[in-house]
């Protein structure tokens, strides 16, 4: 077998190469993939014959009723769909500036960041920047990084949620974040001098997914307190959504202590007197490992450590 050679692939790989392995990867149906690209089926075929006789390996395998990606096929498809993201992204931003723009900058962030911290910096960056661009994706850290992995974003503000991803992203860490159980001001238990951890199972619950880094510790506290996970529960990463939840029915949920500061000060709200597992680890700024940052990220980046070093002394007091 030949050693593969990116000077050879590019020489030969073209664009619709890539197309080819999304829309299989999607269709699981060469007819369907074919169509989609207007290409005929004996066409398409071909063009994928073409690309496993170039790896060597078969990229998908031929079921019945459907194609599945091999092992090393969902490998393609993946760098596939994270170098045709590169390229739409490269067409935007020309295209902008083409047009009389300054570009823009994708940011993705964990609610957390999003109350103080972040609104601050962009702030402040779009006073050096007005013409540039800002959007903003909030969600678990681990959506963000799956997104960030295919470059659907330049940098998010979050945590590492598994232990081999510092072989793709860097990671600077920010600040640390105490969680608070937080109920609806007329809640039966708001207001109560002492409230036990096993007391809340039974109440209904607004949580985060199980796979984000905050609902790991709640679960984590509950096992260590021999408590069954609750039962009656509502899953949302959205922080309107549970606040809004919680007014309209006598729920608890768990929130950071950075995006409750409005909240409490409305009187709507109420923070009961309890501790819940140990505050999150630390969040930061995480960027894709050996890719240099564009001057807007950079920007910001700089920008997010002035916020954070007025940040920590009232963070460290509140919690």
């Known amino acids: ?74 490998q393609l498809v993946r760098h596939a769909e994270i ?24 940011i993705g962030a964990i609610p957390a960041a999003a109350p103080e911290i972040l609104p601050a910096a962009i702030a402040a960056l779009k006073r050096q920047r007005p013409r540039l661009s800002v959007s903003i994706d909030e969600q678990s850290s681990d959506r963000l990084l799956q997104a960030l992995e295919y470059k659907q974003l330049d940098l998010v503000i979050g945590r590492l949620t598994a232990v081999n991803q510092h072989n793709l992203f860097d990671f600077e860490p920010l600040l640390e974040e105490p969680l608070r159980v ?26 985060h997914p199980p796979t984000s880094p905050m ?6 506290a509950l096992a260590d307190a021999g408590i069954a996970s609750p039962d009656d529960t509502i899953e949302t990463t959205s922080t309107q959504t549970t606040l809004q939840l919680l007014l309209s029915a006598p729920m608890l949920a768990v929130l950071p202590w950075s995006v409750l500061k409005r909240p409490l000060a409305s009187g709507q709200y109420a923070v009961l ?33 002035r916020q954070v070093a007025s940040a920590r002394p009232r963070v460290e007091h509140s919690s």
């Open 83 to 106: 170098l045709l993201n590169d390229i739409e992204r490269m067409v935007e931003d020309v295209q902008r500036m083409r047009e009389g723009g300054y570009g823009r900058l994708l």
């Open 215 to 220: 609902r790991q510790v709640i679960e984590a």
């Open 182 to 207: 937080v109920v609806a001001h007329d809640h039966p238990l708001a207001g109560q001098q002492r409230v036990e951890l096993a007391a809340l199972r039974h109440w209904p619950w607004v949580l």
């Open 1 to 74: 077998m030949d050693k593969l050679s990116s000077t050879g692939l590019c020489g030969w790989m073209r664009f619709k190469h890539l197309l080819l392995l999304i829309h299989l990867d999607k269709r699981r149906n060469m007819r369907a993939a074919a169509r989609q690209m207007h290409l005929s089926q004996p066409a398409a075929s071909k063009m994928l014959r073409d690309l496993e006789t170039h790896f060597g390996f078969a990229i998908f395998e031929r079921q019945p009723r459907a194609m599945v990606p091999t092992e090393l096929g969902a």
């Open 273 to 305: 007197p309890l501790t819940i597992g140990k505050p999150l680890d630390y969040y930061g700024i995480i960027t894709r490992k050996r890719e240099p940052l564009s001057s807007a990220a950079a920007e910001l980046v700089a920008e997010l450590r």
